[in-house]
Structures are given as structure tokens and as C-alpha cells.
């Protein structure tokens, strides 16, 4: 695990008019690939995975998939792996998938019908028949393990802060933070996904039976535009406007929606004046290949 992260203040003209500390803890810097959020997520599950004598792992993921791409990196041959990819094998592979090859993934096409059972048993059983056992790691790798992993992030925070905000998505990096949050913190996850009643559910599950923790983390679900990779023109707009001024890139899918979610919050006043927010920036940028072709 790295000794520092880049830690980075964000001062704009609304910070500023509306008494706000923000800060930016900057996971993208870590590593292109095996970076970001996903880093925290993997450390104790790759830990498991040789401490149980699996022999491969197996994963899942869609063409431009963070997830595939960190396993690939941080596992770097440890162990062989198996990527249980999301549609039909494409005629040109994505520059994500390529990676995965040179780092020797086993890549597994699966129609889009059969990869909505990716959670059910027998799937699970189908997928055993064809490779043997093997350490299930699930779709961007959120478990128990790696909200341990997770919990760890605010060990790289070096100041006090009232609000700290991360995107979600499978809800393991809330989750992870919410259980190392101390009384007067408050989490906040902005889903890039459409619909996602079940999220808060799903992180309660992940932190455990923690009463106290589980009301110290609130999902913001307005900031999706339209949905999971769906993106519009004001929001290309923001992201370009935000990278020129502050010379930080953002992805498309996750870190650009929270900064566009949490700026238009502070315009209204959602944060107590003379609040500390510190983000998290969970990387993401191997896939913005997919957005600019």
C-alpha cells in the first residue's frame, strides 16, 4: 500500500462565498491501473484468496471495467484469473480487456441475459464446471473484505473534516469508510447508477449490524444523467470546466458526477457554512479511453 496520497485543497469562487473547505484525496495518483478505490477493495481479498490455497480467482466485470483492470494489475500473475465478461466477445477488444490479456486474464464472454445471474448459485455451479474451483471475487469487488480494505482510506486523511463523499457503486468504499468515521463525521455516496433504492440496503449489509454506523452515511441518488456510463452535455461541460481550473482529471462514469452533485449542493446550501469536506477520488481513469473514442 502506498505511504502518502496526494491530498489536494479545491478553492473555487463557491467555496469561497459559501465558507466551505474542500479537499480532494486524490486515489487516481496511486496508479493509472491499479489505483484508486479499487486498490483498498482487492488488499485483504487477494490476502484471502492465497491464504485459503484457491488456485485462481474469478471475477467479474464489463469491457471498460476499473474493477478488471485493478485485479489484473495488483494480482500481476499471483495467481491465474478468470474474467467473467459482461456481452459477446467484441471483434476489437477494449484497451481495458488488452490489459487484462497482457497481464494473462482469462477472459469468459457471457450474453448480457446470463450475466444478470451472476450472483445466483447456479451460475456460480456453471462456472465451477468449466474452471474448477476458484476464489469468487464479486462485480467490483465490494464484500466484507474489502470493506476492511476500504476503512483504511481515512488513514490517509490528515485533517478533521465534518463531510467525506465518494461515488458509489457496488456501495463497498461507503461502507468501508463509514466503519472508520468518528461520531460527528458524516459519509456521502453519490450513485452513478439509475435506481438504486436497494443501495442503502446493500451498504448496511456490507458494514454489518453496526447501528450507530449505519446512520453516519446518507446516498445521494439525483447525479446520475440518465444512469451508469450515460452521461449528458451539461455534464461534459462541467467536467471540462473543472479539469481546466483545477488541472485534476476526473472519469466520466463516477468522479464527475460527485464533483458536479457535491459543487451544486454547496450552491444551495445543503453543507453547514464553515463545513470541511474532503472527497474521494476513486480514480477510474483507465476507462475514459471509452468515452473519447
Known amino acids: ?18 465558507k466551505i473547505t474542500l479537499y480532494l484525496l486524490r486515489l487516481d495518483t496511486i496508479d ?48 491465474p484469473i478468470i474474467a467473467v465478461v459482461r456481452g459477446e ?21 457471457v450474453s448480457r441475459s446470463d450475466y444478470r445471474n451472476k450472483t445466483e448459485p447456479f451460475f456460480i455451479e456453471t462456472l465451477k464446471n468449466k474452471f474448477g ?25 490528515p485533517i478533521d473534516f465534518d463531510y467525506i463523499c465518494t461515488p458509489v457503486g457496488s456501495g463497498g468504499t ?29 451498504v448496511n449489509k456490507l458494514i454489518g449490524n453496526t447501528e450507530i454506523k449505519n446512520s453516519q452515511f446518507n446516498i445521494i441518488s439525483e447525479y446520475h444523467f440518465g444512469g451508469y456510463t450515460k452521461t449528458t452535455t451539461e455534464l461534459l461541460s462541467f467536467k471540462a470546466d473543472f479539469e481546466k481550473k483545477h488541472n485534476i482529471p476526473l472519469d466520466y462514469v463516477y468522479t464527475a458526477k460527485m464533483m458536479y452533485g457535491i459543487f451544486d449542493k454547496i450552491q444551495k446550501d445543503s453543507f453547514k457554512e464553515g463545513s470541511t469536506i474532503v472527497v474521494i477520488h476513486t480514480g477510474g481513469l483507465q476507462g475514459n479511453k471509452g468515452f473519447e473514442k
Request: hydrophobic share 40%; net charge neutral; charged share 20%.
Open 133 to 157: 474451483d476458484f476464489y469468487l471475487l464479486p462485480e467490483g469487488g465490494s464484500n466484507g473484505l474489502a470493506v476492511k480494505g476500504c476503512k483504511e482510506i481515512i488513514d490517509y486523511i
Open 89 to 109: 466477445e467484441p471483434k476489437i477488444y477494449s484497451d481495458t480487456l488488452n490489459y487484462c490479456k497482457t497481464k494473462g486474464v482469462e477472459l469468459h464472454f
Open 32 to 79: 493509472l491501473y491499479a489505483g484508486g478505490n479499487k486498490l483498498f477493495k482487492l488488499k485483504y481479498n487477494l490476502e484471502e484468496a492465497q491464504k485459503q490455497g484457491f488456485k485462481k480467482i474469478l471475477t467479474f466485470g464489463g469491457t471498460w471495467s476499473n474493477h478488471l483492470a485493478a485485479v489484473a494489475s495488483v494480482n500481476n500473475k499471483a495467481l
Open 174 to 202: 461507503l461502507a468501508g469508510i463509514t466503519t472508520g468515521l468518528k461520531a460527528h463525521q458524516q459519509a456521502l455516496g453519490f450513485s452513478a447508477l439509475k435506481g438504486t433504492d436497494y443501495l442503502t440496503d446493500e
Open 1 to 18: 500500500m502506498p505511504k502518502n496520497i496526494a491530498f489536494q485543497q479545491i478553492e473555487n469562487e463557491l467555496t469561497v462565498a459559501h
